[in-house]
């Protein structure tokens, strides 16, 4: 076993090698088998049947809607259950009454955290740092498997190139090498490296294929798209997340090439089992059965045949399997192999959970009351919130003393309910720390903290409903816009330092939550202006949930800190980084552009035909706009610490690599400021002339390091002609020779250069 700092066990990386596997498969293959032999036709098709739970108390499941489906064997698995009695007596029925005995599996979505919250998926890949996100889907996994999940629907991979769409929070931003990183440590912080110890929990991969390039970022709109981008740019992430071991996928909503995921033959069974050898199972999202019939693909019988002939296992909801497929084998329009075979991938994953030897493996009620948000897993959370922080704009205003007095302004400063961010099904809101409770705690008695709310988060009462739903409430103030603005000017006067939480809600982002405008609401901003009227230095905390259009903010105001929204402890966080306890280090793993006109938006453009001359901002008959700049307002990679980093130039062990050969790129990076400090040291590359158009640049390699002041290190990168492939226009995986450009460092945008060639 090995420790970490915060008291976490991580599991000991035990590799299984290849003959052990074999004999593990033959016996798990036996155990199927012989299962299956004994199950009826209609016990199979109820495996393949994932229904919502219903809401039942503890102590009544038997009596609930769901009871005699499970009894029936109608039912593979329920999802969102909260609470091990409650689990554990659901499973009591389905071992107890069943005629199979056959043990449900449960499902949650832990996107980021179960009750100890972390921050945002979009917030935890701006850590760049891979061993906090895999530690943080680790204390995920203990806790959620304390209390009965086995499965979570998580990491979900979707690249995300449209800040419109609002479930870019949900994701690792705009590049697949970075989000591939990001899926691979997610699935071992779940997983680990055996599914059936008790503190494990299966993964789940989503939404396969392409969700995230819903067309003009609204949610659940069409895609459509080159395959060639599809292999280079949208599905390394799922293919990495697949070769880390995920034992589940999700069918995403959307089309691909016409035909909706879960229908897609080609995208389920040819590139992900084929091509990619995934063996575990695939689910269907929410009701994606029956959405098939909007889609127009046929009536029920007819798309829940599609789904299983395309390689789906699982019905999440829409009982389109278990309605139909018996049915749809008498017409010959199924057979009873592809039943079998989807049956058997469910059986197979719960047999590698453990829940054949042990249906109650993961409903230890004493587990579930101890290791659900504890002190050490909260302390890790609070350290995970403080790197996932971007300091995007710094005029000598932070960090800030603990001393004088602090007004302390905005709708989201006293708003603990809103800390944890969209997707926190197993959260207690009201238990999160607040920013004005975390900077209370921090100054303690040495500095004042004086606090108006100054705004409500709209002037349009319905939009704020809309934006503060299921329990997120930021208790909206009944008085007048002008009425709040004084009252937050009257202590602003009598204050050092004004620092403004603005931005948006927690549910103006996530699902279903996508958005035209990503300004910060009028209200805010008008507020925001009288501040800066003032004089006094002001520090803006910015809530979002997605890059927003801060063109304005980032000329006007002093001090702009992201904070997206940092999980149950943001409050200490942010206090932690406001006041300098730590220094700030996150890096945009998404754009901020300047305007939604821009969108999408990402640093690994193509050059196209008429790319803008150096140094221009607009040329007649070149490829921008007339009225903004192609640049972003903050780009790729950038994020800003409280001490400065001086990159020396790139040095080259040899700028030619020999097919399968290497060369290495190296900088020394050297601290020049007063605080101990993190960065990313960003390796891009681009390829100048291929057999189809090659992006600007793209990210090869990252690697964060810590220096003290006066410190220097050297960072070196590994070139070879691994790292130089892509997917051609046969889709064939090939590094082609050549000449390159190689990029090293602070952001996408400020690097300096060198050349090499591939012979
Ligand atoms: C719909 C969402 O798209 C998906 O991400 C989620 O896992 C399921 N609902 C289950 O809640």
């Given at each position: 076993m090995k420790f970490i700092k915060a008291g976490i066990v991580l599991l000991a990386t035990i590799h299984m090698n290849a003959s052990a596997q074999t004999v593990t498969d033959q016996k798990m293959n036996k155990f199927v088998d012989a299962l299956m032999a004994k199950m009826t036709l209609d016990e199979k098709i109820g495996q393949l049947n994932l229904p919502q739970a219903g809401d039942f108390t503890t102590g009544q499941a038997s009596s609930s809607n769901i009871a005699q489906k499970i009894q029936e064997g109608s039912v593979g698995g329920l999802f969102n259950i909260k609470g091990v009695e409650k689990i554990k007596d659901v499973q009591k029925i389905a071992v107890e009454k069943s005629r199979l005995k056959i043990p449900l599996i449960f499902g949650m979505d832990v996107i980021h955290g179960y009750q100890t919250t972390f921050p945002i998926p979009l917030g935890l890949s701006?850590?760049?740092?891979?061993?906090?996100?895999?530690?943080?889907?680790?204390?995920?996994?203990?806790?959620?498997?304390?209390?009965?999940?086995?499965?979570?629907?998580?990491?979900?991979?979707?690249i995300s190139r449209d800040a419109r769409w609002g479930r870019a929070a949900e994701g690792s931003g705009e590049d697949p090498f970075l989000g591939s990183a990001i899926a691979q440590a997610m699935v071992r912080g779940y997983q680990g490296d055996d599914l059936s110890r008790k503190n494990t929990i299966m993964a789940c991969v989503k939404h396969f294929a392409l969700y995230g390039a819903a067309e003009a970022g609204r949610d659940y709109n069409t895609t459509d798209m080159s395959h060639v981008r599809m292999y280079n740019e949208y599905f390394p992430p799922y293919k990495a997340a697949v070769d880390a071991g995920a034992g589940s996928v999700m069918a995403s909503f959307n089309e691909v090439d016409g035909v909706p995921a879960t229908a897609n033959r080609w995208l389920m069974t040819?590139?992900?089992?084929?091509?990619?050898?995934?063996?575990?199972?695939?689910?269907?999202?929410?009701?994606?059965?029956?959405?098939?019939?909007?889609?127009?693909?046929?009536?029920?019988?007819?798309?829940?045949a599609l789904s299983l002939k395309a390689g789906v296992d699982m019905d999440m909801v829409g009982e389109g399997f278990l309605g139909t497929i018996k049915e749809s084998l008498k017409e010959g329009t199924l057979t009873e192999d592809q039943i079998n075979m989807a049956c058997r991938r469910i059986l197979e994953a719960k047999y590698k959970l453990g829940l054949f030897d042990d249906p109650y493996r993961y409903c230890d009620v004493k587990r579930g009351k101890t290791e659900?948000?504890?002190?050490?897993?909260?302390?890790?959370?609070?350290?995970?919130?403080?790197?996932?922080?971007?300091?995007?704009?710094?005029?000598?205003?932070?960090?800030?003393?603990?001393?004088?007095?602090?007004?302390?302004?905005?709708p989201l400063a006293d708003a603990a309910e809103n800390m944890t961010g969209t997707w926190s099904v197993a959260a207690e809101f009201s238990k999160s720390v607040s920013v004005i409770q975390g900077l209370k705690r921090a100054v303690a008695d040495k500095a004042k903290i004086l606090y108006a709310k100054g705004a409500n988060l709209t002037e349009d009462a319905k939009l704020e409903e809309n934006a503060t739903m299921f329990g997120k409430t930021l208790h909206r103030d009944g008085r007048t816009t002008e009425d709040l603005k004084q009252e937050a000017l009257k202590i602003a006067a009598q204050a050092d330092v004004i620092v403004a939480a603005m931005g948006e809600s927690a549910e103006m982002s996530g699902e279903s939550s996508s958005r035209t405008n990503l300004d910060i609401p009028d209200v805010q901003k008008d507020l925001l202006k009288e501040l800066l009227k003032t004089g006094k230095p002001v520090v803006l905390l910015l809530f979002c949930g997605r890059p927003m259009t801060i063109s304005w903010e980032s000329k006007n105001v002093p001090a702009i800190l992201n904070v997206w929204f940092g999980g149950s402890e943001a409050g200490d966080a942010i206090a932690d980084v406001l006041f300098g306890d730590?220094?700030?280090?996150?890096?945009?793993?998404?754009?901020?552009?300047?305007?939604?006109?821009?969108?999408?938006?990402?640093?690994?453009?193509?050059?196209?035909?008429?790319?803008?001359?150096?140094?221009?901002?607009?040329?007649?008959?070149?490829?921008?706009?007339?009225?903004?700049?192609?640049?972003?307002?903050?780009?790729?990679?950038?994020?800003?610490?409280?001490?400065?980093?001086?990159?020396?130039?790139?040095?080259?062990?040899?700028?030619?690599?020999?097919?399968?050969?290497?060369?290495?790129?190296?900088?020394?990076?050297?601290?020049?400021?007063?605080?101990?400090?993190?960065?990313?040291?960003?390796?891009?590359?681009?390829?100048?002339?291929?057999?189809?158009?090659?992006?600007?640049?793209?990210?090869?390699?990252?690697?964060?390091?810590?220096?003290?002041?006066?410190?220097?290190?050297?960072?070196?990168?590994?070139?070879?002609?691994?790292?130089?492939?892509?997917?051609?226009?046969?889709?064939?995986?090939?590094?082609?020779?050549?000449?390159?450009?190689?990029?090293?460092?602070?952001?996408?945008r400020d690097l300096s250069e060198a050349n090499f060639n591939l012979l």
């Amino acid at each position: 076993m090995k420790f970490i700092k915060a008291g976490i066990v991580l599991l000991a990386t035990i590799h299984m090698n290849a003959s052990a596997q074999t004999v593990t498969d033959q016996k798990m293959n036996k155990f199927v088998d012989a299962l299956m032999a004994k199950m009826t036709l209609d016990e199979k098709i109820g495996q393949l049947n994932l229904p919502q739970a219903g809401d039942f108390t503890t102590g009544q499941a038997s009596s609930s809607n769901i009871a005699q489906k499970i009894q029936e064997g109608s039912v593979g698995g329920l999802f969102n259950i909260k609470g091990v009695e409650k689990i554990k007596d659901v499973q009591k029925i389905a071992v107890e009454k069943s005629r199979l005995k056959i043990p449900l599996i449960f499902g949650m979505d832990v996107i980021h955290g179960y009750q100890t919250t972390f921050p945002i998926p979009l917030g935890l890949s701006c850590s760049w740092d891979m061993p906090l996100i895999e530690r943080s889907a680790r204390v995920a996994a203990i806790e959620a498997s304390a209390q009965g999940i086995n499965w979570t629907f998580s990491p979900m991979v979707d690249i995300s190139r449209d800040a419109r769409w609002g479930r870019a929070a949900e994701g690792s931003g705009e590049d697949p090498f970075l989000g591939s990183a990001i899926a691979q440590a997610m699935v071992r912080g779940y997983q680990g490296d055996d599914l059936s110890r008790k503190n494990t929990i299966m993964a789940c991969v989503k939404h396969f294929a392409l969700y995230g390039a819903a067309e003009a970022g609204r949610d659940y709109n069409t895609t459509d798209m080159s395959h060639v981008r599809m292999y280079n740019e949208y599905f390394p992430p799922y293919k990495a997340a697949v070769d880390a071991g995920a034992g589940s996928v999700m069918a995403s909503f959307n089309e691909v090439d016409g035909v909706p995921a879960t229908a897609n033959r080609w995208l389920m069974t040819e590139v992900l089992r084929n091509q990619w050898k995934f063996n575990g199972f695939v689910v269907t999202d929410y009701t994606g059965i029956p959405e098939m019939i909007a889609h127009g693909l046929g009536d029920l019988k007819t798309v829940s045949a599609l789904s299983l002939k395309a390689g789906v296992d699982m019905d999440m909801v829409g009982e389109g399997f278990l309605g139909t497929i018996k049915e749809s084998l008498k017409e010959g329009t199924l057979t009873e192999d592809q039943i079998n075979m989807a049956c058997r991938r469910i059986l197979e994953a719960k047999y590698k959970l453990g829940l054949f030897d042990d249906p109650y493996r993961y409903c230890d009620v004493k587990r579930g009351k101890t290791e659900v948000f504890t002190p050490a897993f909260r302390k890790e959370a609070r350290q995970t919130a403080t790197q996932s922080f971007v300091l995007l704009k710094n005029d000598n205003v932070l960090p800030l003393k603990k001393q004088g007095t602090i007004a302390l302004v905005g709708p989201l400063a006293d708003a603990a309910e809103n800390m944890t961010g969209t997707w926190s099904v197993a959260a207690e809101f009201s238990k999160s720390v607040s920013v004005i409770q975390g900077l209370k705690r921090a100054v303690a008695d040495k500095a004042k903290i004086l606090y108006a709310k100054g705004a409500n988060l709209t002037e349009d009462a319905k939009l704020e409903e809309n934006a503060t739903m299921f329990g997120k409430t930021l208790h909206r103030d009944g008085r007048t816009t002008e009425d709040l603005k004084q009252e937050a000017l009257k202590i602003a006067a009598q204050a050092d330092v004004i620092v403004a939480a603005m931005g948006e809600s927690a549910e103006m982002s996530g699902e279903s939550s996508s958005r035209t405008n990503l300004d910060i609401p009028d209200v805010q901003k008008d507020l925001l202006k009288e501040l800066l009227k003032t004089g006094k230095p002001v520090v803006l905390l910015l809530f979002c949930g997605r890059p927003m259009t801060i063109s304005w903010e980032s000329k006007n105001v002093p001090a702009i800190l992201n904070v997206w929204f940092g999980g149950s402890e943001a409050g200490d966080a942010i206090a932690d980084v406001l006041f300098g306890d730590v220094n700030p280090s996150g890096k945009l793993s998404m754009s901020f552009p300047q305007s939604v006109g821009q969108l999408p938006f990402y640093y690994a453009q193509k050059n196209t035909g008429r790319p803008l001359p150096e140094g221009k901002w607009f040329e007649k008959f070149r490829s921008n706009y007339l009225d903004v700049s192609n640049d972003a307002v903050y780009p790729f990679g950038y994020g800003l610490s409280y001490t400065t980093f001086e990159y020396s130039q790139i040095k080259l062990s040899d700028t030619t690599i020999n097919r399968g050969g290497s060369i290495t790129a190296s900088v020394r990076v050297s601290n020049k400021g007063n605080h101990d400090g993190k960065e990313v040291v960003q390796l891009y590359i681009r390829d100048m002339v291929g057999s189809i158009t090659r992006p600007v640049k793209e990210l090869k390699g990252f690697k964060k390091i810590s220096l003290k002041p006066g410190e220097s290190q050297d960072v070196s990168f590994t070139i070879n002609e691994e790292l130089l492939k892509f997917y051609n226009g046969d889709l064939k995986y090939v590094a082609e020779p050549g000449a390159f450009k190689l990029f090293i460092g602070t952001n996408s945008r400020d690097l300096s250069e060198a050349n090499f060639n591939l012979l």
